[in-house]
Each structure stands twice: as structure tokens, then as C-alpha cells.
């Protein structure tokens, strides 16, 4: 089927070398799996697709052992299938997680035999995409002996669509991909996606954003009627959730959806939506096995409530963990939770205190039913922060992390920036929660009920992204999501050969393109101290949040005539004290303080020393000087591989590097006239004032 759209890191070439191609014929041209359950049909359907692809002829599907072959290929639990049974340790895979699975390369009866299995369904189709991505990067397989499970339980991507709008939320690859008002007829996009969702590992889709409170006047779209009043939650709408919930579950991915707080109210006809309220309880309950009625394996709800206009328990004087409970006491009959955000404001001056001050206080407060949900840093997917406090503080809670996949402040659909380097430097981050070495992720990972969610970043674009380049950030996050221990630099380079193929050439400049790009943003969006929070908040959709406007937000940068940069230290917000030690006194003192945060934590004269001797004010004018360079050098490296690549996707690309240049100059030019314009000092190579 051709569809409108690029395959992405699912593209599946036929693999070049002959020997190889034999090799893998010999052991997966025959392909014996199973027929019995959804996610079976989508594994018989991704070998048919990927096998024809990467061994250029077509594989033939068995429903038993293919006895006159010399190899097949057997997808299966050992419980169901003898040959399976016969070729692995069957206790061993029934104790894997239930996401776990098992790779073996073997002989039975004398055949070459590859056995892909795991205890549950959803194991195999991970299980499959593994095997066809060693066969798409050219690994050998004559050998496995693979054993994986993920180290997070749940990964979820958060979709931010509006179903009221048929947009996307922070979205930059075009409208939302799922259209209410045909389902629930299905498209191929959805199917597509799926594989995509589940060729990294994904587990868990929330279908539409956060804020769920329809704008008084709906936007874009609107005026056309078809989006007013929908509410997902509604009796007619909640087929079409069924709908999509059918196509994830093919993919073992299960469906969840962001609900509003006051819907007793605005579903339901309750005239009040207070989580003590009895009717209230009873209404979150029915409407919760409604839902269940439909779709079986739901996964829950997403909840942002008392947050940027969202109602929430608030508005009834309860607090977070009284709101968020009604609706966990809701899913105790099912396997399904509720993932309340953490992303809440308070009235502390300094916001990177605030989510901490709320909720660290309930920690132990909340149902076996719900998952805080917190943002990696204390105030907003800027590019760099430090870690938020609540990892490590709340251990009688079940959390989760959330992650932007989306580039709402690293350049959007235009620019180059992995944010796989940014995850990587928040999973190192050593919290010291219960002494050295307790790694961030351990505050997420482990038991039901934790793991890791990412705000997606798909769209109908034809490349589904904005940026071409910006699927790694979906392949890296996945992947990551999985196991956060894996070597960036190593997925990184992973998705670039599936995506563009083997030539090293191709595969090393991409990878380090990519490396290199989040650094260069920090450098030209901050100034490489620590500032934050210094973007255009505009009313127009697209510039809002990619332009640079630090004038628009003093009390962020804390930027005066003396210096610069945030006290958080004890002497100023003491957001410092919510570390543990031995933490919360190297970021206490400026001298210590690593100099990439140097100014989120402390406000410093623009003449103060750092320890290669320059100042702060001289470093911020390198940095963002600096930034420019290397955006520019990274162009280059790409203009390199012209007739490398093919035209289509060496142009968009190109294309976006200039104007990401243009982007990143007036970053830096309006942030160093800012610093310029508050300091006085110029800049000892001449270039500040601007001419
Ligand atoms: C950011 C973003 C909003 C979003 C919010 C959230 O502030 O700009 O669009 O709604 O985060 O995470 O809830």
C-alpha cells in the first residue's frame, strides 16, 4: 500500500550484501507464528512487509512447522508452541516482565531455527521488531541470544491533539493525525503509527492533551462545526475512542485519555464536580466501567487539573491527592491508573519551588491507583534545567516522568536538536536520594504504576514530523523510555542507519549532527549559564515560544545593572534545599555550582569570575557567539552529503539549517544586546554593542 507519508526508521531496504541476505533467507524466509490473537496479526504483518523488503522476495507464513525447509523463523510462547517449548528455557521467558522477550538462534529437527518469543503477546511484537531491526542495520543473527525486558513498566506518549480544534498542541508536524469526525473508520495513519509507537517499545497512548478545557472561542478550525462539543468522555464519542483503541491494541500499545476535571459537570449533569462529594464518586465510577465496557485493556486517564485554567480539586478547597483519589478508587477493579500532573503553580515567588512545596507534603497520600506525573526539570522543558526535587523525595508515591518530545523551546519544526543528549544527562543525574548513586531513573523505574511518559510530536505532515530530523527524537525516546541506561550516541546512531541507510559516511555525520545539535541551541537560546525562560510568549501560534524576548520575562532571568542569574541559593529562594546533600550544597555555592546551571541557581555580578578567569557577562557573549558557529558548522557537515542522500530529504533539511542559522543569530544578537543593555560592559573581542 503507498501511502502518503515516509516510512521513517520502519523503511526496511533490501540489504545489500549477498552473503548476508542468504544467511537471513536461510533462517526467516519461513516464518511459523501464530494466529490466534490481534497482536499476532500485526506481527504475521510486519514480517510479510519487512521480510519482503530486507530479503527482496516474499516470505511464506506457516501455521506449523515447516518441515521441509532448512530454517524458519518461529514467533510464539513456549506454552503454545512445542518448537518453542523445545528451543528455549520455557521457565525463563515465563519469568520475563510481561513486556519481556527472548531471541535465540538454535537448530530443531535439524533446521536452522530463530526463535523469537516472551511470555505474552505483546512481548512477541516487541520481540519482532527487534529481529527485523538487527536484520535492517545488517547484524548477523546466526547467533542470538537475546534476553530484554524494559526497565520502566510504563511509556507512554502523551498526544496534546485537540480533538475540539483537529490540531496539535506544541504540535510542529502539522494537524492532529486522528480525526474524530470520520471515526470510527480507520486510516492507514493510524495503523502506521502503531508500528511506529511499538517498533521502540512504547507501551501507552493518551489520545488528546492536557488541557482539556475548550477555549470559549475554539481556534483554527472552528466555525466549521465539526469540532464543537467534542468531548471524548461523551457517550458518543467513546465508540470512536474503541475504534483507535482496536488499532493500538493490534500493536500491544494501550489506550488512555486526558479527561477534565470538572467532566461530572460537563459530561455528566452533577452541578459540582467536588472529589467528597458522593454522586461525584459514583459518577467517576460508572462512567469509568463505561469505558472499560467498550475497551477492555484501557489504560487510564491523564489529568492536569488546577494548572493553567484546568479545574481541579481546588476549586472545592481538596487537595491534589483527595482529587486525584476519587478517580484512582475508580479504576480498582481494573487494570488500568490515573496520571495526575505535577505541573501545578502556586504562590511562591520563585516557580521552580512551587511543584515541590504541593506536593512532596502528600507524598504517601495518594491511591495505589495513581501516578504523579513530573516534568524532568522544575519549570518547563526549558533547554536546560536541573533535575526536578520531587525525584527521589517522594517514595511512597508512584511516579512518573514526563518528557517533551516536542521542540516547543528547542526550535519547533525548523530547527536540528536532538533531545536525546538532554535525557541522557537528566538519566545520569545522580539525586543521592538514599546515598551516592541513586541515579534519577530509579525514582521512576521498576513496579506498575511507574515509568516514563513523552509529549509526542507527530503530525500529518508527510514526514510526520516538521523536521526530518526530529524523528529521532521519537525513536530516541522510545528507546530510552525502554531503557534509560542505553548509550545515546549508540541510538542515535541506530536510527540514522535505518532512517538513511550504511554508507559510514552518511551515518557518522548524521549521528554527529545530531549529538551536537542540543548543545548549540542551549549555547544560542540561553547563553550556557543556566538562564531559562527567555522566548517570545506571543498571541500568533507559531512564533509563540520560538522567538527570543528575554525583556518579557525579568523575573526569570533576575538580570539587574549589578549581574545576573536566579538566587536559589539558601540565601535567596533555597529552592537549593529541596536537593539532598550532597547535592543541594555543591549547587549552594557558586564556586561549585557546575557552570551550566551557574545562574538558574545564583544571581552573580556580570564582572564575576568563573574558573577559566573569565566573567559571567564575557561567557554569555562567548556562549551565544559560540552557538551561532557551531549551528553553522553543523550545516555544513550536512551540506556535505549532498548526492549522499537523496535530493528530497538533503533539501528539506538543508532548507531548515538556514533558516535555523537566521533563527540562532537573532537569538543571539537579542540576548547579548540584553545582557549589553543591562550591564554596560562590552565585549572584550569587539563585538558587543552590535554594530
Ligand atoms: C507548557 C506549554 C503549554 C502546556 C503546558 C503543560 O507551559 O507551553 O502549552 O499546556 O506546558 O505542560 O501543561
Redesign the pocket.
Known sequence: LDADYDECWLRYPRVDDADRRESYARRCLHVYAGETSPQHGAIRDELREGLEGILGREPHLWQHPPRSADGFLVVGQPDLMEVVADSVDAGMVRSLDDDGYHLRSTTWEGAEVTVVTAPTDRGLVYGTFHLLRLMATGEPIDDLDVVEEPRNAERLINQ?DEPFRGTV??GYGGESIFKWEHLPDLRERYFDYARLLASVGINGVVLN???TTRPERPGDLAGTGEFEGVDLLDEQHLPKVAALAAVFRRYGIRTYLSVNYASPMLVGDLDTADPLDDAVAAWWKDKVAEVYDLIPDFGGFLV?AD??GQPGPYDYDRSHAEGANVLGRAFEPYDGRVFW?A?VYSDHDDRAVQAHAIFEPQDGDFHEKVTVQV?NGPI??QPREPVSTLFGDMPETHLACELQITQ?YTGQGVHVCSHVPLWEEFFAFDTHADGEGTPVTEAFAGTEGEGIAG?GNVGEDGNWFGNYLSGVNLYGFGRLAWDPTLDGESVTEEWVRLTFGDDPEVVETVTDILQDSWEATVDYETGGLGLIHMMYNGEARLEN?YDPAPAEWPGYTGATEDGIGYDRSSSGSDYVDQFADPVAERYDDPETCPDKLLLFFHHLPWDHELDDGRTVVQTLYDNCFAGVEEVKRLREQWRSLEGSIDEQRYRHVAERFDEQVEQAERWRDTLVEYFHDYSGVADERGRVPLA
Do not use: L
Open positions: 496534546w498542541e506544541r492533551d492536557v488541557n492536569k494548572s493553567e500532573r505541573f516534568k518547563d522543558f516547543e509529549v515560544h
